[in-house]
């Protein structure tokens, strides 16, 4: 995994959660815990491979917990810690301003088929 090498807190924060997938993996379950289909199909982009690796790393860290249950079929829930928990206001946050950033190139593109 990579150092922070500054000592600056933001930086720790994007060598923690950095890359394309794993805000959007804690983003789908700060709602309620998910089993593996149900995370993989809110991003249908990401490659089983690599959604075990993300699932496997923020549970190393602390950010999610893997709950098996022993039933036939077997289930596996996937939620947030308490320190995964920790990150909600952060994650609304990400929603809100990704909201804003939509909403921003809509306008520039209905101004500019306007202009």
Do not use: A
């Not at 995994?1 to 950095?18: A, I, R, T, Y």
């Not at 794993?22 to 982009?45: A, D, G, Q, T, V």
């Not at 089983?48 to 596996?76: C, D």
């Amino acid at each position: 995994m990579k150092q922070n090498h500054s000592g600056c807190p933001v930086e720790e924060v994007f060598v923690q959660l950095g890359g394309r997938w794993k805000m959007m993996i804690l983003s789908f379950l700060l709602e309620e815990p998910k089993r593996f289909n149900e995370i993989k199909k809110s991003i249908p982009n990401i490659s089983q491979r690599m959604l075990v690796l993300e699932l496997n790393f923020l549970e190393s860290k602390g950010f999610i917990k893997r709950t098996v249950y022993s039933e036939k079929p077997l289930k596996v829930e996937y939620s947030l810690t308490e320190e995964g928990q920790y990150l909600d206001r952060f994650i609304l946050m990400c929603r809100e301003y990704g909201t804003w950033i939509r909403e921003r190139e809509f306008m520039r593109n209905q101004f500019d088929q306007n202009q």
